[in-house]
């Protein structure tokens, strides 16, 4: 959240598989105003957040690793608007 607008990770900012998303505890976080076409002017949030990649076995003795990743939220109001593809609004604490 920002304010009283709640915010949102859409999959056309942030790759698929958005529960692979991670935020640090102590992650900064910039506001920046971006033009939507469709929409105007909004304030999206950019994040110095982690991905979690591990393999695709169902039973895997490698741990998952950590990747640094640039995460992007838009409001919640603007979800879908862009393009078709996930999205989500809660994401883990690292």
């Known amino acids: 959240m920002r304010g009283p607008l709640v915010y949102c990770f859409e999959e056309c900012d942030n790759g698929a ?6 935020i640090p505890r102590n992650a900064e976080i910039l506001s920046e105003k971006k033009c939507v076409n469709s929409i105007g002017e909004i304030v999206t949030l950019k994040i110095e957040g982690i991905r979690v990649e591990s393999d695709d076995a169902l039973y895997s003795p490698t741990l998952p690793k950590n990747k640094k ?4 939220a838009v409001p919640y109001y603007t979800w879908g608007n862009r393009e078709t593809g996930g999205m989500r609004v809660w994401i883990l604490e690292d």
Do not use: N
């Open 17 to 22: 598989d958005l529960s692979a998303l991670r």
């Open 69 to 72: 990743a640039a995460l992007f």
